[in-house]
C-alpha cells in the first residue's frame, strides 16, 4: 500500500523541522564554544592577571560570557526579532544562572575534592551544563510561537 500524499507531507515536515532543530544545536554549540573561549580567558585574567580568587573570577567571567552567548544566541542561532529585550534577558539570564550554579559547584569539587587544576575543572563543568542550557533557552527562552 502506497503512503498517502498527506503522510508524506507530514513525514517531511518532521523531517526538516528535525534537521532545523540539529542546525541550531550546532550553532548553538559554536556560539558556546565562542562564549566559553571569552569566560575562560577572562576567568585567566582575572585569576592569574589580577589575582582574583578562582571562584570569583570564575563568577565575574560566566556572567560576562553569558552576555556573549545570548547576544551570539539571539540574533544568530535562533533569529529571534523579540524587543522585549529585559523579559528575555532575564530568562536567558535565569536559566544561565543555574548553569553558573552547576559550573561552580562543579567546578569546587573537581578543585578541592578531586585535586584537578581550575582550568580543566572549569572545562569538565562547561561540558556538563551545555545540555540544560541549550533545552532551556530553545524551550523557554526562544521558543518559537511566544
Known amino acids: 500500500m502506497k503512503p498517502s500524499g498527506i503522510f508524506c507531507a507530514d513525514w517531511a515536515k518532521k523531517k526538516l523541522v528535525?534537521?532545523?532543530n540539529h542546525e541550531k544545536i550546532i550553532e548553538f554549540f559554536?556560539?558556546?564554544?565562542?562564549?566559553?573561549v571569552v569566560d575562560?580567558?577572562?576567568l585567566l585574567?582575572?585569576?592569574e592577571g589580577i589575582g582574583i580568587w578562582y571562584l570569583y573570577s570564575a563568577a565575574l567571567s560566566y556572567c560576562c560570557g553569558i552576555l556573549v552567548s545570548y547576544i551570539l544566541n539571539k540574533y544568530l542561532t535562533f533569529k529571534d526579532g523579540s524587543r522585549?529585550?529585559?523579559?528575555?534577558f532575564s530568562s536567558f539570564a535565569g536559566i544561565s544562572f543555574s548553569c553558573f550554579l552547576v559550573n561552580i559547584c562543579i567546578i569546587w569539587l573537581a578543585v578541592e575534592q578531586f585535586s584537578l587544576d581550575y582550568l580543566t575543572a572549569k572545562i569538565i563543568a562547561t561540558m556538563c551544563s551545555f545540555s540544560w542550557n541549550y533545552f532551556g533557552q530553545s524551550r523557554i527562552t526562544f521558543r518559537t510561537g511566544k
Open 30 to 36: 559554536l556560539f558556546g564554544i565562542l562564549s566559553s
Open 45 to 47: 585574567f582575572f585569576t
Open 40 to 42: 575562560i580567558s577572562l
Open 18 to 20: 528535525t534537521f532545523h
Open 84 to 88: 522585549n529585550y529585559i523579559v528575555q
